[in-house]
């Protein structure tokens, strides 16, 4: 399956970029890198800044959440920043200036913006729209001229590979020596469990309120989850636990 031209869950094409100004790396398309690593650093600089929360997503082989159609994330061609402050389906965390630079980033860049989607709005989302032969023309171009991308895009690490879901990919997405997200609130973890309580909403039929609080109720379910799939009961959310989940969350 293709979406634009672009093939999807192809991880061999995908790059992990620095957003310039930032600490935070996203992984994305190698060939139109420079379209939305632009967009995110002139989104830094002009909108708001991206916080430093692990709430900045690039690649990640789905579909879209609670919908049969493919991602542009599936084929490296979106990114999402700050989710935690423009949750999905949200309306009006931006002002109507920022909202105007992100429309005009978005023609620079030929991106088009969840927050003007006809139905279910996504303020945290951008994706490339165009065919694939205009959509890297333009990003040539953007990385040739120092005055439209002002840092040249370089890979800071290699892709890893076999995480999927919308977490960020990096050394220590889930952890390291068993550590995982529950109880464990620290700079990135409240991102991670709105996704946790978002699937077991899906998976569970219940109806978790996504505050990115791993409380009682959350551990609850997790359970209840785990058992359903015969996993270890620990109310934990590990890696397998996640990976589970997110097979089964469109």
Same mark, same amino acid.
């Given at each position: ?15 992990? *970029? ?73 309306? &009006? ?16 860049? &030929?991106?088009?913006? &969840?927050?003007? *989607? ?95 609080? *791993? ?36």
């Amino acid at each position: 399956m293709a979406i634009n031209g672009f093939s999807t869950c192809n991880p061999s094409v995908l790059g992990i *970029y620095r957003v310039p100004g930032t600490k935070r790396s996203l992984q994305v398309r190698r060939e139109i890198a420079p379209l939305l690593i632009g967009f995110a650093a002139e989104f830094h600089q002009l909108v708001e800044p991206i916080d430093g929360k692990l709430d900045d997503w690039g690649y990640a082989c789905r579909k879209v959440r609670f919908r049969n159609t493919v991602s542009f994330h599936s084929a490296g061609l979106a990114i999402d920043l700050n989710a935690v402050r423009h949750p999905l389906g949200t309306t &009006g965390t931006f002002s109507n200036k920022q909202a105007s630079i992100i429309r005009a980033l978005c023609r620079k860049y &030929g991106l088009r913006w &969840g927050g003007d *989607y006809r139905g279910r709005k996504d303020f945290m989302h951008v994706e490339v729209i165009l065919p694939r032969s205009q959509a890297v023309a333009l990003a040539k171009r953007i990385q040739m001229n120092p005055k439209a991308m002002k840092a040249t895009v370089k890979a800071a690490v290699k892709p890893l590979q076999g995480l999927r879901g919308p977490f960020p990919l990096h050394s220590g997405a889930f952890g390291i020596a068993g550590r995982d997200y529950s109880g464990n609130e620290n700079a990135g973890s409240k991102a991670a469990v709105v996704q946790i309580q978002r699937a077991l909403n899906y998976t569970m039929h219940t109806k978790l309120g996504l505050d990115g609080q *791993y409380g009682p109720q959350t551990v609850t379910w997790v359970r209840l989850f785990q058992k359903k799939y015969h996993l270890p009961q620990t109310g934990r959310v590990d890696k397998k636990t996640w990976e589970t989940m997110d097979r089964r969350t469109p």
